[in-house]
């Protein structure tokens, strides 16, 4: 009853706005764009078999656990579907909230699947950028939420966070404004549609905090392997992230991602300008 109420009332917000005349839209302003993915979805609605009550009712449970920290913290989810939704920060405080949100739904999902069958793992995308606030959905259907660039950047960082190994990754513009605050972990390079490449960072839950020694030491290896693959210092990446592996908290599918990249371009060499990319996000 709580997921109907919730619908209704989202709705009526929709409504008593037009109904005050309120603009459908605001001025492009800057927004921190949010997304959230299931993995495997599909695989493990598939577990349920034919019985689509108990698969309705799963599903209810876990987007409803996914979906509350990042209102609490202020987000607005603007799309919902089965397995993801992606939401988006207005407030001036906007980057921290995005990434406090992400913490919490982190520890959301281990207390679900205290309880949950099957287990659930989820993907995060952050992105900062200029976006527009409004309406976009139909005359029958009100549909508040932001659209913009980073809106695709994020969509495509929680695409990516699997195969980096990670939980949630975050564009460079986040990470500079709350590095004072989070564990943020540079893990690769990000190229954008122009062309221009700009960092990629992994943000890191608890124990792994910011002034932890575990981190510190993960960070200072992570800037060696990412120095030496710009220098096409192919060894010295290696021994790096044989280092790296050894640490206690080491991300391996992150340390073989590198290996694996490595290996790719020793046999064939990435051209002049090639800026340091380890694994191509598709925007």
């Known amino acids: 009853m709580r997921v109907a109420a919730g619908a209704r009332n989202r709705r009526n917000v929709f409504i008593e706005r037009r109904a005050a005349r309120e603009g459908d839209t605001r001025a492009p302003a800057d927004v921190v764009f949010f997304d959230c993915r299931i993995r495997d979805f599909d695989s493990l609605a598939d577990t349920f078999g034919h019985d689509p009550e108990m698969l309705g009712r799963w599903v209810r449970c876990v987007m409803t656990a996914l979906i509350g920290p990042v209102e609490a913290a202020g987000g607005?989810?603007?799309?919902?579907?089965?397995?993801?939704?992606?939401?988006?920060?207005?407030?001036?405080?906007?980057?921290?909230?995005?990434?406090?949100?992400?913490?919490?739904l982190m520890e959301a999902t281990d207390r679900l699947n205290l309880t949950s069958e099957p287990q659930v793992s989820v993907s995060l995308g952050i992105a900062a950028g200029i976006g527009v606030e409004g309406d976009f959905g139909t005359e029958e259907r009100p549909l508040w939420t932001a659209i913009g660039l980073g809106s695709q950047i994020a969509?495509?960082?929680?695409?990516?966070?699997?195969?980096?190994?990670?939980?949630a990754l975050?564009?460079?513009?986040?990470?500079?404004?709350?590095?004072?605050?989070f564990a943020l972990l540079q893990v690769d390079w990000l190229r954008l549609l122009d062309g221009s490449t700009t960092p990629l960072y992994a943000l890191l839950a608890p124990p792994l905090t910011r002034?932890?020694?575990?981190?510190?030491?993960?960070?200072?290896?992570?800037?060696?392997?990412?120095?030496?693959?710009?220098?096409?210092?192919?060894?010295?990446?290696?021994?790096?992230?044989?280092?790296?592996?050894?640490?206690?908290?080491?991300?391996?599918?992150l340390c073989d991602l590198y290996l694996e990249r490595i290996a790719s371009y020793e046999l064939y060499p990435p051209p002049e300008?090639?800026?340091?990319?380890?694994f191509e996000v598709q925007i």
């Open 170 to 181: 975050a564009g460079p513009v986040t990470a500079e404004a709350v590095e004072s605050h």
């Open 273 to 278: 300008d090639w800026p340091g990319v380890i």
């Open 155 to 167: 969509s495509a960082l929680a695409r990516s966070a699997a195969r980096y190994g990670v939980t």
């Open 76 to 104: 607005i989810v603007g799309t919902l579907v089965p397995g993801g939704f992606s939401a988006f920060f207005p407030a001036p405080q906007s980057m921290e909230g995005a990434c406090r949100a992400a913490l919490d």
């Open 211 to 253: 002034g932890h020694p575990k981190f510190l030491a993960l960070r200072a290896f992570h800037t060696h392997i990412l120095d030496a693959c710009q220098a096409r210092d192919w060894q010295q990446a290696r021994e790096k992230i044989a280092m790296a592996r050894a640490l206690s908290g080491a991300n391996t599918v």
